[in-house]
Protein backbone atom coordinates (compact mmCIF):
# COMPACT_ATOMS: atom_id res chain seq x y z
CA UNK A 1 0.00 0.00 0.00
CA UNK A 2 2.65 2.22 0.40
CA UNK A 3 5.52 3.29 -2.39
CA UNK A 4 9.04 3.64 -1.65
CA UNK A 5 10.63 7.08 -2.67
CA UNK A 6 11.66 7.10 -6.95
CA UNK A 7 15.55 6.53 -7.58
CA UNK A 8 16.97 8.99 -8.91
CA UNK A 9 20.00 11.28 -8.85
CA UNK A 10 18.13 13.82 -6.17
CA UNK A 11 17.47 10.99 -3.72
CA UNK A 12 18.71 11.38 -0.08
CA UNK A 13 20.73 8.46 1.88
CA UNK A 14 17.46 8.49 4.41
CA UNK A 15 14.64 8.10 1.71
CA UNK A 16 17.11 5.15 -0.32
CA UNK A 17 17.15 3.02 3.49
CA UNK A 18 13.63 4.12 4.18
CA UNK A 19 13.25 2.43 0.15
CA UNK A 20 15.24 -0.84 1.46
CA UNK A 21 13.36 -0.91 5.03
CA UNK A 22 9.85 -1.05 3.05
CA UNK A 23 11.19 -3.77 0.62
CA UNK A 24 12.29 -5.89 3.53
CA UNK A 25 9.39 -5.39 5.15
CA UNK A 26 6.88 -5.71 1.88
CA UNK A 27 9.21 -9.29 1.55
CA UNK A 28 8.39 -10.28 5.07
CA UNK A 29 4.48 -9.84 4.44
CA UNK A 30 4.32 -11.48 1.20
CA UNK A 31 6.28 -14.80 2.82
CA UNK A 32 3.34 -14.55 5.84
CA UNK A 33 0.40 -14.21 3.59
CA UNK A 34 2.08 -17.18 1.18
CA UNK A 35 2.07 -18.89 4.44
CA UNK A 36 -1.63 -18.08 4.93
CA UNK A 37 -2.32 -19.23 1.69
CA UNK A 38 -0.61 -22.48 2.11
CA UNK A 39 -2.34 -23.23 5.04
CA UNK A 40 -5.70 -22.32 3.98
CA UNK A 41 -6.74 -22.84 0.92
CA UNK A 42 -9.73 -21.73 1.22
CA UNK A 43 -8.54 -18.24 0.65
CA UNK A 44 -7.53 -19.10 -2.65
CA UNK A 45 -10.84 -20.58 -4.26
CA UNK A 46 -14.09 -19.23 -4.75
CA UNK A 47 -16.02 -18.60 -2.21
CA UNK A 48 -19.02 -21.01 -1.97
CA UNK A 49 -20.52 -18.67 0.70
CA UNK A 50 -22.48 -15.41 0.92
CA UNK A 51 -20.27 -12.83 0.33
CA UNK A 52 -21.17 -11.05 3.55
CA UNK A 53 -19.41 -13.46 5.09
CA UNK A 54 -15.86 -13.77 3.87
CA UNK A 55 -14.79 -11.14 6.69
CA UNK A 56 -15.54 -13.92 9.01
CA UNK A 57 -13.42 -16.66 6.81
CA UNK A 58 -10.32 -14.28 7.17
CA UNK A 59 -10.08 -13.08 10.05
CA UNK A 60 -10.75 -17.08 11.11
CA UNK A 61 -8.36 -17.95 9.24
CA UNK A 62 -5.98 -15.29 10.20
CA UNK A 63 -6.51 -16.23 14.08
CA UNK A 64 -5.76 -20.14 13.23
CA UNK A 65 -2.99 -19.50 11.34
CA UNK A 66 -1.83 -17.28 13.85
CA UNK A 67 -1.92 -19.83 16.41
CA UNK A 68 -0.78 -22.58 14.24
CA UNK A 69 2.57 -19.76 13.73
CA UNK A 70 2.56 -19.31 17.68
CA UNK A 71 2.84 -23.02 18.17
CA UNK A 72 5.68 -23.47 15.67
CA UNK A 73 3.44 -25.80 13.11
CA UNK A 74 5.24 -26.19 9.87
CA UNK A 75 3.72 -25.11 6.49
CA UNK A 76 4.14 -28.59 4.26
CA UNK A 77 6.07 -27.55 1.19
CA UNK A 78 3.23 -29.59 -0.79
CA UNK A 79 0.69 -27.28 0.65
CA UNK A 80 3.02 -24.20 -0.69
CA UNK A 81 2.90 -26.06 -3.89
CA UNK A 82 -0.79 -27.05 -4.53
CA UNK A 83 -1.46 -23.04 -3.32
CA UNK A 84 0.79 -21.96 -5.58
CA UNK A 85 -1.00 -24.03 -8.54
CA UNK A 86 -4.29 -22.56 -7.10
CA UNK A 87 -3.14 -19.33 -7.69
CA UNK A 88 -2.16 -19.43 -11.63
CA UNK A 89 -5.65 -21.46 -12.01
CA UNK A 90 -7.29 -18.45 -10.17
CA UNK A 91 -5.87 -15.38 -10.88
CA UNK A 92 -6.38 -12.38 -8.99
CA UNK A 93 -8.33 -8.94 -11.09
CA UNK A 94 -6.33 -6.41 -12.38
CA UNK A 95 -5.60 -3.89 -9.97
CA UNK A 96 -6.02 0.07 -10.38
CA UNK A 97 -2.97 1.70 -9.43
CA UNK A 98 -3.98 4.99 -7.63
CA UNK A 99 -1.33 7.26 -8.30
CA UNK A 100 -1.33 10.52 -7.66
CA UNK A 101 1.47 12.84 -6.29
CA UNK A 102 -1.78 15.26 -4.25
CA UNK A 103 -2.35 12.41 -2.45
CA UNK A 104 -1.11 14.10 1.55
CA UNK A 105 -2.43 11.85 3.57
CA UNK A 106 -0.34 9.40 1.96
CA UNK A 107 2.49 12.01 1.88
CA UNK A 108 2.48 12.29 5.44
CA UNK A 109 2.31 8.74 6.55
CA UNK A 110 5.10 7.50 4.39
CA UNK A 111 7.22 10.87 5.86
CA UNK A 112 6.55 10.14 9.57
CA UNK A 113 7.88 6.62 8.99
CA UNK A 114 11.19 7.94 7.17
CA UNK A 115 11.59 10.24 9.92
CA UNK A 116 10.58 6.64 12.21
CA UNK A 117 13.13 4.40 10.48
CA UNK A 118 15.70 6.94 10.31
CA UNK A 119 16.76 6.37 14.05
CA UNK A 120 17.40 3.05 12.84
CA UNK A 121 21.02 2.11 11.52
CA UNK A 122 20.90 2.81 8.08
CA UNK A 123 19.79 0.33 6.01
CA UNK A 124 22.97 0.41 3.19
CA UNK A 125 25.37 -0.25 6.18
CA UNK A 126 23.47 -3.41 7.44
CA UNK A 127 23.58 -4.48 3.97
CA UNK A 128 27.23 -4.31 4.02
CA UNK A 129 27.89 -5.63 7.17
CA UNK A 130 26.36 -8.63 6.33
CA UNK A 131 27.99 -9.41 3.37
Known amino acids: L ?20 LSSARTTVEIAFGRLKSRWRVLMKR ?8 PHVI ?9 CESENEN ?28 DCEGVRARLALRVHVSKFPSAQTIVLNTQ
Open 59 to 67: ATCCALHNF
Open 47 to 54: SDFHYTFT
Open 75 to 102: VIPAWTTESEHLEHRFPQPAVRVYNTAE
Open 2 to 21: MKGYTHSPRITAEQESFNVY
